[in-house]
């Protein structure tokens, strides 16, 4: 397994745009499909996006404002999100899985107010 430690999130604005980092400790990176959850108050962890090598996946919520992109050289994984929404508000998690195996991060949380 790997352990993963987020960073980046914070309070924003209506609008704003933050990016979230999460950096893998351990090997293998490559083979591990990264994905980010978030999770809000009294609400079900739900995926956000997803990435393995080149091809990238996004809830519907965030299509077209959210960005996932992964560095293998850092063993990182960031999420840039633009034009963020109070209802982006939420704690942010990293996952790293495959098929025998899943860790999480500690999560990060992400504020949007004004």
């Known amino acids: 397994q790997v352990q993963l430690v987020e960073s980046g999130g914070g309070l924003v604005q209506p609008g704003g745009s933050l990016r979230l980092s999460c950096k893998a400790s351990g090997s293998m990176f490559t083979m591990y499909v990264m994905k980010w959850y978030r999770q809000a108050p009294g609400k079900q962890r739900e995926l956000v996006a997803a990435?393995?090598?080149?091809?990238?996946n996004y809830a519907d919520s965030v299509k077209g404002r959210f960005t996932i992109s992964r560095d293998n050289a850092k063993n990182t994984v960031y999420l840039q999100m633009n034009s963020l929404k109070p209802e982006d508000t939420a704690v942010y998690y990293c996952n790293a899985w495959k098929s025998d195996s899943s860790s999480w991060g500690q999560g990060t949380q992400v504020t949007v107010s004004s």
């Open positions: 990435i393995l090598r080149g091809t990238t």
